[in-house]
Nanobody, 126 residues
């Protein structure tokens, strides 16, 4: 089984910065894609940023130039540096790990579904 644990959320003023971290643990052989999604009250969950094991990144238009995603493959950890935060960035941020391969009975197995963290609240308000 794989667990994702997020940290780094909180309350920040507009224009401020926060850094989110997400560490994956368990019988992990490899993780292809890791990313961050967010969900604001009354809205659907949306992709914020994602990064592959090779470092290819993808960002939502609304965060381009302000957010930076990075990862440490050796630690199975993904980070989201958020700068110039706006009130509309307020949401619960969820970590995601997709195309995960795990060790099971001495064999490498492809997971049939992505994994999610429990979410961390980010509030941007004065």
């Amino acid at each position: 089984q794989v667990q994702l644990v997020e940290s780094g959320g909180g309350l920040v003023q507009p224009g401020g910065s926060l850094r989110l971290s997400c560490a994956a643990s368990g019988s992990i052989f490899s993780i292809d894609a890791m990313g961050w999604y967010r969900q604001a009250p009354g809205k659907e969950r949306e992709l914020v940023a994602a990064i592959t094991s090779r470092g290819t990144t993808n960002y939502a238009d609304s965060v381009k130039g302000r957010f930076t995603i990075s990862r440490d493959n050796a630690k199975n950890t993904v980070y989201l540096q958020m700068n110039s935060l706006k009130p509309e960035d307020t949401a619960v941020y969820y970590c995601n790990a997709d195309k995960v391969r795990t060790w099971s009975n001495w064999r490498v197995t492809d997971s049939s579904h992505p994994y999610w963290g429990q979410g961390t609240q980010v509030t941007v308000s004065s």
